[in-house]
């Protein structure tokens, strides 16, 4: 409450603006935790309707106290939803396969060039499709499902603020049934 406080008088009143002091160092609190080691959490099970798709999911905290907040379970289980949904590869774009990336980079420039694009340019053309394709497959880059005016890493910075403490998804397996790969 104090902090609201602070905030509206930093802001000069400014309701829109102490909201963004606020989101800022908020952020800046996520930073500073994001380097302690997380060894407590949970697992997940999502099963969809149907039980044709399911995911496992298993997101870390520092402590089991914090794992077992409404807001951690909450999102844990908004972040399985997500997966289920969304379809990502990875986690993060580290853990993409450096030869993967590399064969869609090509892909893309070959694209480019057969539209005829400068070669000034295909630099830049692949760089912003190579940030698509991250998007796409990398689950902290993904547009919430839930929520298209966040990402999963923006959700992820938020819950971090909120609990005081560092909060990693470290891994997650989805199946699909009959699904050969």
Known sequence: MMDCKKALTEADGDMEKAIEILRTRGIAKAQDRAGRAAKEGVIEAYIHAGAKL?????????????????????????????????????????????????????????????????????DKIVDGRVDKYYQEVCLLEQIFVKDSDKTVQDLLTELIAKCGENVTIRRFERFVLGDES
């Open 54 to 122: 399911g995911v496992l999911l298993e997101v870390n905290s520092e402590t089991d106290f914090v794992a077992r907040t409404d807001e951690f379970t909450g999102f844990v289980k908004d972040v399985a939803m997500h997966i289920a949904a969304s379809a990502p590869i990875v986690v993060s774009r580290e853990d993409l396969d450096a030869g993967l990336v590399e064969k869609e980079k090509a892909i893309y420039r070959e694209q480019a060039l057969q539209e005829g694009k400068p070669e000034q340019v295909v």
